[in-house]
């Protein structure tokens, strides 16, 4: 119920943006969200909007990624100055009413 989209290969220094559509009866969706999941690393969050609009970003993408969200409950992640530490599988996340569901993951590859 959550489809994520737009990873790839990316030089160092390059952009990407990341697509969750969410489908389904998920609703109330109180957050949406991005997650990165690096090899032999812990899951960690990227940035969070809540329902209200509230962002939250982790502290290593301030100021060069942005979440952002439309009316059809998809959500975006614009990634920017993209270094080789960003390098990870990225998770769509929504909170909702019925627990958290997760989108099944897109790579994220950048090269030196």
């Known amino acids: 119920q959550l489809q994520a989209s737009g990873g790839g290969l990316v030089q160092a220094g390059g952009s990407l943006r990341l697509s969750c559509v969410a489908s389904?009866?998920?609703?109330?969706?109180?957050?949406r969200g991005w997650y990165r999941q690096a090899p032999g690393k812990q899951r960690e969050m990227v940035a969070t909007?809540?329902?209200?609009?509230?962002i939250n970003y982790a502290d290593s993408v301030k100021g060069r990624f942005s979440i952002s969200r439309d009316a059809r409950n998809t959500v975006y992640l614009q990634m920017g100055s993209l270094n080789p530490e960003d390098t990870a599988v990225y998770y769509c996340?929504?909170?909702?009413?019925?627990?958290?569901?997760w989108g099944q993951g897109t790579q994220v590859t950048v090269s030196s």
């Open positions: 909007i809540t329902s209200v609009g509230l």
């Open positions: 389904g009866n998920i609703l109330p969706i109180y957050a």
């Open positions: 996340n929504a909170k909702t009413g019925r627990g958290d569901y």
